[in-house]
């Protein structure tokens, strides 16, 4: 997956995937607090690392995140961070996203917590997500709207 993205707040989820009964399995969020980028699996953070100190600046940021088989790895304002992921934790997560009514959720969660709020532009599994063909889409993300740099078409 990539995003590009610019910020009005420090704070909210980016990505998410949540299966059919609604638990969250897999997420990626900015924390205001701590300045932190936190990716979740399952209900536990897999790790964490710092936001650039541009997050708020006005700049555009640009995400890449990889889930493969024994690692994830994300790359933020040029630092790129790589995890071990067990073969198991591998396992549940292509499960999930096989799984028919697993959803994919951009700029916050079913519930509405945690939005994010600013521009947004999205690739997954190398395909533009056109924001504005979502079942639900918040008004707090803007995509159509957003700077010419935070076009990913090249990136």
């Keep these: 997956m990539e995003l590009a993205f610019r910020p009005v707040e ?13 638990n969250v399995s897999f997420s990626l969020s900015l924390y205001q607090h701590t300045k932190d980028l936190v990716l979740h699996l399952k209900d536990q953070v897999f790790g964490s690392s710092s936001a650039p100190p541009s997050l708020c600046s006005g700049e555009s940021q640009f995400l890449q995140l990889q889930v493969r088989a024994g690692q994830v790895m994300t790359e933020l304002g040029g630092d790129k961070v790589t995890r071990k992921l067990e073969e198991q934790d591998f396992r549940y997560l292509r499960a999930v996203w096989k799984q028919p009514g697993t959803m994919v959720y951009l700029g916050g969660l079913p519930e509405g917590s945690s939005s994010f709020h600013g521009c947004l532009q999205a690739k997954v599994q190398g395909v533009d997500v056109d924001l504005d063909l979502a079942q639900v889409k918040s008004g707090d993300i803007r995509s159509y709207s957003c700077p010419s740099a935070l076009d990913i078409q090249g990136k």
Excluded: I, Q, S, W
């Design 10 to 22: 420090d704070t909210g989820v980016l990505f998410a995937v949540v299966d059919p009964h609604r």
